[in-house]
């Protein structure tokens, strides 16, 4: 998108976080900082483990040309295979294998015990209505010494908060189409909040047999308050005080050695 054919508010939130509105990432792009993270940990040409790939939207005609290589992991990873409970991830375009995990199974991954270099949970663990469960397969298949990296919401930040309140009521339908008019319907899953915070995941990836929990917290451009001037003032001025360590942050990023 030029800059010239932006609304004010986008030429504000450009000013604000340069690229987040002309196609590059911002500054403080979330996605960009998680995968520069998970990079820079897994080792070369890893066996890759997609937990929750989903149908790959991001590697489709409206993802990101910009970030595509990075959210591919490549040269690191040498194989990577997706699962997800929905059969929407046989049809992910960035997966050299994918398998549909099923109920009459448990759930149970279907690869072999030690199988994996590394996990990658993006945006999944709040989805989870028991992460121990899916936490103690992921340890199982995933070698020694190897590290499951995931990106999920910390629960005490604002936009969660106001989520779990209203997230299922009309007015939380409403916010949630005025602040992401471009989310389709298949994109939205039911969420938990069961391992959100940084004590409730260090217990649950310990409880699960990893050795070290490691977790950080990340906060990009407040996306969910693009839609009006006043709003995108409100977040920015709000990111800047969170980027001093003085309030909440969005993301919580996990990466826990097996």
């Not at 990340?218 to 005080?241: D, K, Q, V």
Request: some cysteine; hydrophobic content about 45%; charged content about 25%.
């Amino acid at each position: 998108m030029r800059a010239n054919t932006l609304s004010a508010v986008d030429r504000l939130a450009e000013r604000f976080y340069p690229g987040c509105r002309t196609g590059r990432p911002s500054p403080v792009d979330g996605t960009v900082a998680f995968y520069r993270e998970v990079f820079g940990r897994i080792a070369d040409q890893a066996i890759l483990l997609d937990f929750g790939a989903g149908r790959g939207a991001a590697f489709g005609a409206g993802g990101r040309p910009t970030v595509r290589d990075l959210l591919l992991l490549a040269p690191k990873v040498k194989r990577r295979i997706g699962v997800d409970v929905d059969p929407a991830v046989l049809e992910n375009p960035a997966l050299d294998e994918a398998r549909v995990l099923k109920s009459e199974d448990q759930y149970r991954i279907p690869l072999a015990t030690a199988s994996v270099d590394a996990i990658l949970a993006d945006w999944v663990l709040e989805h989870l209505p028991d992460p121990l469960i899916p936490l103690t397969e992921c340890r199982r298949v995933l070698k020694n010494g190897g590290i499951l990296a995931a990106r999920t919401p910390n629960s005490w930040h604002y936009s969660y908060l106001i989520s779990r309140a209203f997230g299922s009521t009309w007015l939380g339908k409403t916010l949630l189409r005025i602040a992401q008019p471009n989310r389709l319907s298949e994109d939205i899953f039911r969420t938990y909040y069961r391992a959100n915070t940084a004590r409730a995941a260090r217990r649950l990836f310990a409880t699960a047999g990893f050795r070290r929990v490691d977790t950080v917290t990340h906060e990009p451009e407040p996306t969910y308050l693009m839609f009006s001037w006043p709003t995108l003032i409100l977040g920015w001025a709000y990111e800047r005080i969170a980027r001093r360590g003085l309030l909440p942050r969005a993301s919580l990023l996990i990466f826990a050695t097996a």
